[in-house]
């Protein structure tokens, strides 16, 4: 169990469009998943926290109006890049949030691989 | 600030080899533990974790971890390892009022066949 996908996993685009990842627990409900950036021999980068049926949450530095965050079901959140330049080429990589009792774990899709050119 | 730091970037072990990753982070609350691997070309996995209870965690293909409250640390090992282990292998910590994860910097493993 505790399966999250990602899609696509390989987007090319032209500078100036948007682009939209989804991420979604398979398997289970999370009412809180979470966008990363991972910079190459970095570590993971947190974006912004994505709330079920409320705006998210963006760490500083995250323009919120370039990287739109919906979370519009328990098992669906997208990320969408606006008007996408190359500085913008990145991993971008989900992780949805499952309560289990006591127990609070993320789980990671596998990741899109965005590429602007 | 909660932080989280990895001692070692790149380990480079023979196979049967073991292995010890150290992971110590800076937080005087109340935490959970985790590490993660991320093998080439897929994505990140939950190797293991610690809530509560037995501070000796085990997790997947072998590994295991010691939390040990008094040194904040949560050191992964392997007794014996396999060339597929070769990975990077992160280590994460949440606050139990926060669960947002600090993560190291990550620790990239490559066993010798």
């Known amino acids: 169990g505790a399966v999250v996908s990602q899609h696509p996993s390989r987007v090319i685009c032209k500078s100036g469009t948007s682009v939209k990842i989804e991420c979604r627990s398979l398997?289970?409900?999370?009412?809180?998943m979470f966008w990363y950036r991972q910079f190459p021999k970095k570590s993971l980068m947190l974006m912004a926290t994505?709330?079920?049926?409320?705006?998210?949450?963006?760490e500083q530095g995250v323009e919120k109006d370039k990287f739109l965050i919906n979370h519009a079901s328990l098992t669906l959140s997208t990320l969408t890049v606006t008007s996408a330049h190359p500085e913008d080429s990145s991993f971008y990589i989900c992780?949805?949030?499952?309560?289990?009792?006591?127990?609070?774990?993320?789980?990671f899709g596998p990741g899109t691989r965005l590429t602007v050119l | 600030a909660q932080s989280v730091s990895q001692h070692n970037h790149h380990v480079i072990l023979s196979e049967a080899a073991s292995l010890e990753l150290g992971c110590n982070y800076s937080?005087?609350?109340?935490?959970?533990l985790f590490w993660y691997v991320q093998y080439p070309g897929q994505h990140l996995q939950l190797l293991l974790k610690?809530?509560?209870?037995d501070p000796l965690v085990k997790g997947i293909k072998g590994f295991e971890a010691e939390f040990i409250k008094s040194k904040f640390s949560f050191n992964l090992r392997k007794p014996s390892v396999q060339w597929s282990d070769t990975a990077e292998y992160f280590c994460?910590?949440?606050?139990?009022?926060?669960?947002?994860?600090?993560w190291g910097a990550g620790t990239k493993l490559i066993i010798k066949p």
């Open positions: 994460a910590v949440n606050a139990r009022s926060n669960y947002q994860l600090i």
């Open positions: 398997d289970f409900q999370a009412t809180t």
């Open positions: 937080y005087g609350g109340t935490v959970n």
């Open positions: 992780s949805a949030r499952r309560l289990a009792g006591f127990t609070d774990t993320q789980y």
């Open positions: 610690y809530f509560s209870g």
């Open positions: 994505s709330n079920e049926g409320s705006k998210a949450t963006y």
